[in-house]
Structure formats: C-alpha cells, structure tokens
C-alpha cells in the first residue's frame, strides 16, 4: 500500500527558501503523477505544483511560477518542491498526493482524483 510521508518544512524568512520532499513507501511511485497541495489557516485547500510520472511534465499555479519547482526522482520514490523567494501568503500547511492515472494537469491540481495524501508539513514564513 502506497504511504507518503512529507518533510522539510520549517519557519522561514521573506525572501528565503526551502525544499520539500514527499517520501513515498509501499510502491514504486513510477506510475503516479503527483502534486503538492498547500492549505492555510481559514482558507481552502489549494493545489500548488503537479508532476507527471515520468517527470515530463510540470504545471504550477500562477502564484508560485518563477518561485517554485516540482521535480522528482523514481530511483529514490521522491518528489521534490523547492522553493524559493517565499512570502508570506506561503504560509501554510504542505501536502503531497498521488494519483494513479494519465496526467491531466488541471484535474491533478484540482486534487479530487488523489489516491493518497500525505500528513503534511508546516511552511511559515514570517520575519
């Protein structure tokens, strides 16, 4: 059975970085597209980056393109967001998910097609 666990997060300055990582154990995560979903306090669940299986494609929200990339290595059953130049309205709580299927970039970062979420990890970034 497939589990995700996330780590990386941490507080962080205006302007700094970080990088998550989505640990996948169970099953290879070779034939999964996986995305990065972020939900701050009081607000809905918002889908962030997607990454097809192969790591041929990649789609980010407007909000993060330029600051944020998804990428991933099947060898290590890993899926990397790093980030970058980070703001406040970063802030939040950072899930992972994987869906079995093609990849269609707007239905994964819409994410109700996800088979497994992680936990998630803290992202707060404030000075």
């Known amino acids: 059975q497939l589990q995700l666990v996330e780590s990386g997060g941490g507080l962080v300055q205006p302007g700094g970085s970080l990088r998550l990582s989505c640990a996948a154990s169970?099953?290879?995560?070779?034939?999964?597209?996986v995305g990065w979903f972020r939900q701050a306090p009081g607000k809905e669940r918002e889908g962030v980056s997607c990454?097809?299986?192969?790591?041929?494609?990649?789609d980010h929200i407007e909000s993060v393109k330029g600051r944020f990339t998804i990428s991933r290595d099947n060898a290590k059953n890993t899926v990397y967001l790093e980030m970058n130049s980070l703001k406040p309205e970063d802030t939040a709580v950072y899930y992972c998910?994987?869906?079995?299927?093609?990849?269609?970039?707007?239905?994964?970062?819409?994410?109700?097609?996800?088979?497994?979420w992680g936990k998630g990890t803290h992202v707060t970034v404030s000075s």
């Open positions: 990454i097809s299986s192969a790591g041929d494609f990649m």
């Open positions: 169970g099953v290879a995560l070779d034939y999964y597209a």
């Open positions: 998910a994987a869906e079995w299927g093609p990849y269609v970039p707007t239905i994964c970062l819409a994410g109700n097609s996800m088979n497994v």
